[in-house]
């Protein structure tokens, strides 16, 4: 059963860091690229960033470029996203979730995991 | 980063209604449109890829359709556990925008 699960969110200040990791389980991880999507207060979904199954491509929306690091170990199943100079609007809950790719073209969202909620205020 | 536009925002229906929702790509995108289902304070579930693939385990009421710039979700006949919001998600290219959102509810 694949599952994946969120954690490092919090209370944070503006101008703050954080770091949010997601384990995953019942899958070759290696295998698949990953993404973040975030979801602000009572708002609709907004995709943040992606990482290849080898961690060698990354992708990100402009909203976090510069500030947002997504990053992988595939020995230990993890998945991050490293959060600098955070601002009100960063706040969300953050999900994890798994690509599904058929003859490497990425095609959708298959497995999320159930979110954490990151708050950035003074 | 191309734009996505699902039509309606919001719309009320009883069970056994036949619904559609509507999501448009301010550029052609192919067939490569996922749409989700998400209810709250749960994540979002895949429900179809490619435009028209239905997701395993997805019940054989929701349908998809289109290619290039328009596409078409359907339930053709709504049950109970269906009051949510849907999205639709291009993959065409990145960033794999996401529609608003239409919240479908109960009449």
């Known amino acids: 059963e694949v599952q994946l699960l969120e954690s490092g969110g919090g209370l944070v200040q503006p101008g703050g860091s954080l770091r949010l990791s997601c384990a995953a389980s019942?899958?070759?991880?290696?295998?698949?690229?990953m993404s973040w999507v975030r979801q602000a207060p009572g708002k609709g979904l907004e995709w943040v960033s992606a990482?290849?199954?080898?961690?060698?491509?990354?992708y990100y929306a402009d909203s976090v470029k510069g500030r947002f690091t997504i990053s992988r170990d595939n020995s230990k199943n993890t998945l991050y996203l490293q959060m600098n100079s955070l601002r009100a609007e960063d706040t969300a809950v953050y999900y994890c979730?798994?690509?599904?790719?058929?003859?490497?073209?990425?095609?959708?969202?298959?497995?999320w995991g159930q979110g954490t909620l990151v708050t950035v205020s003074s | 980063a191309i734009r996505m536009t699902q039509s309606p925002s919001s719309l009320s229906a009883s069970t056994g209604d036949r619904v559609t929702i509507t999501c448009r790509a301010s550029?052609?995108?192919?067939?490569?449109l996922a749409w989700y289902q998400q209810k709250p304070g749960k994540a979002p579930k895949l429900l179809i890829y490619?435009?028209?693939t239905l997701q395993s385990g997805v019940p054989s009421r929701f349908s998809g359709s289109g290619s290039g710039t328009d596409f078409t979700l359907t339930i053709s006949c709504l049950q109970s556990e269906d009051f949510a919001t849907y999205y639709c998600?291009?993959?065409?290219?990145?960033?794999?925008?996401f529609g608003q959102g239409t919240k479908v509810e109960i009449k």
């Open positions: 998600q291009q993959y065409y290219s990145y960033p794999p925008t």
């Open positions: 979730a798994k690509e599904i790719t058929i003859a490497a073209r990425p095609l959708g969202l298959d497995y």
């Open positions: 490619a435009a028209s």
């Open positions: 019942g899958f070759t991880f290696s295998s698949y690229a």
């Open positions: 550029q052609g995108i192919s067939s490569y």
């Open positions: 990482i290849s199954g080898s961690g060698g491509s990354t």
